[in-house]
């Protein structure tokens, strides 16, 4: 089975999935790619994969199918100073200080943006990496503050967060495939065993 993964899902949910997967099908030989889930899609419709984990899209791709495998709570995130300030809203975390961005090139990061944009708060873009451990490896130093979804079994020690939007704003992982996926008792079996891994593991 040759799937693809975005590196948040890599860090987080796939391994106890992948190690589910592989147990229930011992004879199973997995080819695991990561990248971008618009480079991941492409390689789902070309063929080179036959399914992939990314961040869910927003409209649908001709050709492929995708189904919500896990979901995750998006929410401001701050240096953890101990301080009275430490149950300060999303908005007040977020302005005033340098933004760092989760990089724009990628679904979970364009729909950051627009979320920034729909609740109308004027950030002041400090820096922009493509890994999410990063964004929070510099807000943990005090670098600066961002948006970024709360990852399944992700500690977040050294950080305050606050949800993002009311009602609660999410990103959500799906599982891509074509429509007539020759693997698609497996791609069943992969989306099975990451929603297990989701609902197995602490928040």
């Not at 409209?59 to 919500?68: K, V, Y």
């Amino acid at each position: 089975l040759a799937v693809g993964i975005v590196p948040s899902a890599m860090a987080g949910l796939a391994p106890p999935a992948l190690a589910a997967l592989r147990a229930a099908h011992p004879g199973l030989r997995l080819r695991i790619r990561t990248g971008l889930s618009a480079d991941l899609a492409l390689m789902v419709r070309s063929g080179e994969l036959d399914a992939a984990l990314t961040t869910a899209p927003e409209a649908a791709i001709p050709g492929l199918r995708a189904r919500e495998a896990a979901r995750e709570p998006l929410e401001a995130i701050a240096p953890d100073s101990g301080g009275a300030d430490a149950a300060q809203d999303a908005r007040a975390l977020l302005q005033g200080r340098p933004f760092i961005w989760f990089s724009r090139r990628t679904w979970a990061g364009q729909m950051i943006e627009r979320r920034i944009e729909e609740m109308g708060l004027g950030v002041d873009a400090a820096m922009e990496v493509d890994s999410l451990e990063a964004v929070e490896a510099l807000v943990r130093h005090g670098l600066g503050v961002s948006v970024a979804p709360r990852r399944a079994g992700a500690g977040r020690l050294g950080i305050r967060a606050a949800p993002l939007g009311d009602p609660q704003l999410w990103r959500a992982l799906a599982l891509l495939e074509r429509h007539r996926n020759p693997r698609a008792r497996l791609a069943d079996a992969l989306l099975a065993a990451v929603q297990a891994a989701q609902q197995a593991t602490p928040r």
